[in-house]
């Protein structure tokens, strides 16, 4: 029985249930790296190259934290997972960039996920069911599988889950999954890439910073696919990014949604897409008068800074809220 | 209306001249400075890369001359550049300055879409018209192409310093002149002739060095401070990975002219260290300086700007490259804080070390 592991960054938190359904039908065992830690960043930090943007020094830190404990590392090629949509270029070259600067790796599995030109991401399954040596006939079943299993995932995530509770959710823990009551509270919007907002060390725990100070959050994920592309349709153009896509979509949903008190842009320092797409989500925003608030993330990121910005955001917040209620009641 | 289009090394040359041989009125942006560079960057995104605060800059600039126009490329991703015109110009509005944007790019729907808008700039001219235009434009591009292949070879080999660059000036000031494609031939021949007075010692020993890259920072001197000059008056023949020509042929005139080099065989080249596109020239950089390796160049550098992704992809692949192959890489990033005296001096040492190499090995 192959262990194969699976870092848990970027992708993960979109398509783990997809990924662990396959391999767990196959009858593989897998295995996650832990949540990131600082120590996981800083080994990163070490191999990477200078210039790539934090996400992906936190993915390389997570394999060489799997390296030695599985037979084989399953780090997809995702260069498309819509039509006429790209990821980001250094998902394009992840593999390449991630086998070429650490040395005794154990193989990595890096099937292409291409679905550009359409098409069924079946292929990729078949591709990486081959590799490991599976008949095709099981392979088919695993897939099938691992699709119901990540379409139950959407749905909780659109329900309102977060992916660690979507998660839980899955494996059975209701209690994990309990609903956030905070009515009356005001409502923030964070916008952001999920390996940003949901991985706790890299986004210095922003949600659970929230949460405490009883702001009700809602993100991207819990928006249907129409929603997000009903608010993308205010483009000048089709954005190209499914990642960029999503995010601007969904701001510009939650803003002319009108019930959003306040909007957290999350990016990583020198993210590509995230400049553009950041760049009309806060143009819009000012427009619209909304109080927005620019998170950037590296490796170089202090927490007191962040929670002074943070802060500050949140009385404005606050302020615009109770001002807003008291003019209405009278 | 007044058509403007962004600046990108000798582009304008061939981008003015098929515009006026059609008879659109060209407002040519002033050429890119620090002003250029100052007004970019304070409107543009923190993080957008340097040529999109160039690109604004430009059109900045060229609103003041009484451009109202825009005339651009775009793309259909993952590199950014595809979605420049579209960010570019909602900065632009929202600064107040109007403009009519109309971006040649891959239509979304069906061709009718960019044939409209070659017919909305063009207005009543026929294709055939349009067509010529092209095609004297790319013409252009070659023959500066060939003027330059022929300055880097010079440079280093110069008898009296700074001869080559003179040379180089006045063949560029003829061939932009030229109206109309009859004249072409003349020109050229024109151009040549001063190339070819600029003495020369063809027994110096000279360094070789090829220039990889993103595109934009390859072609547009201000982008690499002048890097080609300041190699070659260091004594190193350079060669570039890619030249305007190229470009023009690969991406809008799908390879039809033929040429000597094509992208596919810098990919084929990559194929060991990158077996897949990565956007932008990310694949094009690693397979150049494989074939650059393989044709027994001392040295490569890379030039792209700050959080260029594609380029990132590739940088963090050379050091295998580099390992393996045995050459030595040098990649330059810049941005609107780069400075001119850091790059003389990491130029310089780059250079010394190939000296050093080539003296032990040699």
Redesign the interface.
């Known amino acids: 029985m192959p262990r194969i592991g699976i870092p848990r960054a970027l992708l993960y938190y979109h398509y783990f249930p997809w990924w662990e359904a396959f391999f767990v039908s196959l009858g593989a065992e897998v295995v996650i790296s832990p949540p990131t830690t600082k120590a996981i960043l800083d080994r990163g930090l070490e191999h ?2 200078d ?2 943007c934090l996400p992906v020094k936190v993915a390389v830190g997570h394999v060489l934290e799997l390296k030695d404990r599985v037979d084989a590392i399953f780090l997809p ?1 995702l ?1 498309s997972v819509a039509a ?7 998902f ?2 992840l593999p ?2 991630v086998g ?2 650490i040395k005794g790796l154990p193989p990595l599995l890096s099937p ?1 996920l291409n679905l550009y030109r359409g098409g069924s991401p079946y292929h990729f399954f078949a591709a990486l069911g081959r590799a490991l040596g599976y008949p095709p006939w099981q392979v088919l079943a695993a897939y099938r599988r691992a699709c119901r299993v990540q379409q139950q995932y959407k749905r909780l995530l659109e329900s309102g889950l977060f992916p660690e509770e979507a998660l839980a959710a899955l494996r059975g823990r209701h209690d994990a999954a309990a609903p956030r009551d905070t009515m009356g509270s005001p409502l923030v919007a964070v916008i952001g890439h999920p390996y940003n907002i949901y991985d706790a060390f890299v986004s210095m725990d922003l949600l659970g910073k929230l949460g405490r100070r009883g702001i009700k959050v809602i993100t991207a994920d819990s928006l249907s696919e129409e929603n997000v592309c009903r608010g993308a349709a205010h ?7 499914t990642l960029g896509r999503r995010t601007v979509g969904a701001a510009y949903h939650y803003l002319q949604w009108g019930r959003v008190d306040g909007m957290i842009h999350v990016s990583s ?8 797409a ?3 989500i806060a ?1 819009r925003a000012h427009r619209m008068g909304l109080p927005f608030l620019s998170l950037v993330l590296d490796e170089h990121s202090g927490e007191a800074g962040m929670v002074t910005r943070l802060e500050a955001f949140l009385d404005m917040v606050e302020r615009r809220k109770k001002y807003r209620e008291e003019g209405s009641a009278s | 209306m007044k058509v403007t289009f962004p600046h990108m090394g000798h582009l304008w040359v061939s981008v003015a001249a098929m515009l006026q041989y059609l008879g659109v009125e060209v407002v040519v942006p002033p050429p890119t400075t620090k002003r250029t560079l100052t007004l970019g960057s304070r409107y543009a ?5 340097l040529p999109l605060k160039l690109n604004l800059g430009n059109f900045i600039e060229a609103r003041e001359l009484g451009a109202d126009t825009i005339l651009m490329a ?1 793309g ?5 550049f ?2 420049y015109a ?2 570019e ?3 632009l509005e ?1 600064l107040g300055y109007r403009y009519r944007l109309v ?1 040649m790019e891959p239509p ?1 729907r069906h061709a009718g879409e960019l044939l409209a808008k070659i017919k909305y700039i063009t207005g009543h001219r026929s294709w055939l018209e349009v067509a010529r235009a092209i095609w004297f434009g790319f013409q252009k591009a070659r023959l500066l192409d060939e003027l330059e292949r022929r300055a880097h070879y010079l440079r280093p080999r110069e008898v009296r310093r700074g001869s080559t660059d003179r040379a180089f000036g006045e063949a560029l000031k003829i061939v932009a002149a030229v109206r109309h494609p009859r004249d072409m031939a003349k020109a050229a021949e024109q151009a040549h002739r001063i190339m070819s007075e600029v003495a020369f010692d063809a027994y110096r020993p000279v360094l070789r060095v090829g220039i990889v890259g993103e595109i934009f920072t390859l072609l547009e001197p201000f982008a690499n401070y002048d890097l080609e000059r300041k190699l070659g008056h260091m004594g190193v023949e350079v060669d570039r990975s890619i030249y305007l020509s190229e470009w023009i042929n690969d991406h809008l005139l799908f390879g039809l002219a033929g040429g000597r080099r094509t992208r596919k065989a810098a990919c084929r080249a990559a194929a060991p ?8 020239h ?1 694949q094009e950089t690693v397979g150049s300086a494989a074939l650059y390796a393989a044709q027994g160049y001392d040295g490569v550098i890379q030039l792209m700007p ?5 380029e ?6 050379l ?2 490259l580099k390992a393996e192959l045995g050459i030595p890489v040098l990649t330059i ?1 810049v941005d609107e804080h780069s400075g001119e005296a850091g790059l003389i001096t990491r130029l310089e040492s780059f250079v010394d070390l190939l000296h050093g190499r080539k003296g032990v090995e040699g």
Not at chain 1, 235 to 241: G, N, T, Y
Not at chain 2, 76 to 80: A, I, S, T, V
């Open positions: 990477a190259a210039d790539v090629r260069v006429r949509e790209y990821i980001c270029p250094k394009l070259g390449e960039m070429h600067s292409g483009l000048p153009k089709r954005l190209f990014w320092f020198a993210c590509g897409p995230d400049s553009f950041g760049e009309f143009r | 995104p923190e993080f957008a890369c775009g259909c991703g993952p590199c950014r595809g979605y579209q960010v110009h909602a900065i929202d971006v979304q260290y990158l077996n897949h596109f990565v956007g932008g990310g700050f959080t260029c992704m594609p990132i992809v590739a940088a963090s692949i050091p295998k990033v």
